[in-house]
């Protein structure tokens, strides 16, 4: 076989993996995933389970916003409607057959047993936002020496007061993230009693009164609703507060396989 020749006939293409869901269900004609063009989505099965797959091109790079978005999106439709355990982006395998061998086979009892715990279950993140102005005066307002530093800078040169400023960011910081743990923590203890499982997330902006991943069956999802909308009401004005889902259990699923890129 000549070089050319050898060069014609090399893999093109790979399998993406996008999560593990139960082997009876089916996957919409029109589901599309990761690539330019969107890839069609299809699912690998193996006994009990199936792999959500759709084509790569292996000299295509992974890692476009747009590749990101597919992919949660893909896996945040799937969990509204069955269990789906996510695989972590950009993971790719050879072939269908190589998806088989080396992940939905090996691992079959423990993504089984996976998905029935997730069964009638999907993850929702909640998140609330300190609003700038009412948490800085309350801050300045219970710290004396934050409330004092802040009339020694008001109306002076920035560089005539540099330490000062930079003593006053660290008290408001400082106040700010005593509020987060103890606003998440009411927070959390009323999630608990409609959620099976929460997960403390790490902040996402400095401004952050709460942010978690809560575990909770899809029927209960009103219940998730009145609980996010009571503290809503009650911390009005001074936090403002979004909820996301259903979506995958992102924060409460461990993949049970490594995938090579």
């Known amino acids: 076989m000549t070089a050319e020749t ?6 093109s293409t790979g ?4 999560g593990i869901l139960p082997e009876d269900v089916e996957v919409s004609s029109d589901a599309t995933g990761v690539g330019d063009p969107p890839a069609r989505v299809t699912l690998v099965r193996h ?3 199936a792999a959500l797959v759709s084509d790569v091109g292996l000299d295509r790079p992974l890692g476009t916003p747009g590749d990101l978005v597919a992919h949660e999106r893909l896996l945040d439709a799937t969990a509204a409607e069955v269990p789906v355990l996510p695989i972590r982006f950009g993971a790719v395998m050879t072939n269908a057959d190589a998806v088989v061998a080396e992940l939905l086979e090996p691992f079959h009892d423990e993504f089984r047993s996976a998905l029935e715990d997730l069964e009638g279950r999907a993850q929702y993140v909640v998140k609330g936002r300190y609003v700038e102005q009412v948490i800085l005066r309350e801050v300045l307002a219970e710290d004396p020496e934050a409330g004092r530093l ?3 800078i008001r109306g002076r040169p920035e560089d005539a007061t540099r330490d000062e400023r930079i003593r006053l960011g660290e008290l408001i910081n400082q106040a700010i993230g005593d509020k987060r ?3 998440t923590q009411t927070m959390v203890e009323e ?3 409609v959620c099976e499982l929460v997960v403390i997330r790490d902040p996402s902006h400095e401004r952050d009164a709460v942010h978690a991943a809560v575990l909770i069956e899809v029927d209960r999802q009103d219940e998730l609703e009145q609980v996010v909308a009571e503290f809503a009401d009650e911390w009005s ?3 403002e507060f979004s909820l996301r889902g259903p979506m995958a259990a992102y924060d409460f699923v461990m993949n049970q396989g490594e995938v090579e890129d």
Request: hydrophobic content about 30%.
């Open 6 to 11: 050898s060069e014609t006939v090399r893999q």
């Open 15 to 18: 399998s993406y993996i996008y």
């Open 47 to 49: 006994g009990e389970i």
């Open 150 to 152: 802040s009339q020694t």
């Open 181 to 183: 743990e103890a606003d």
């Open 191 to 193: 999630l608990a009693g």
């Open 237 to 239: 004005g001074r936090v």
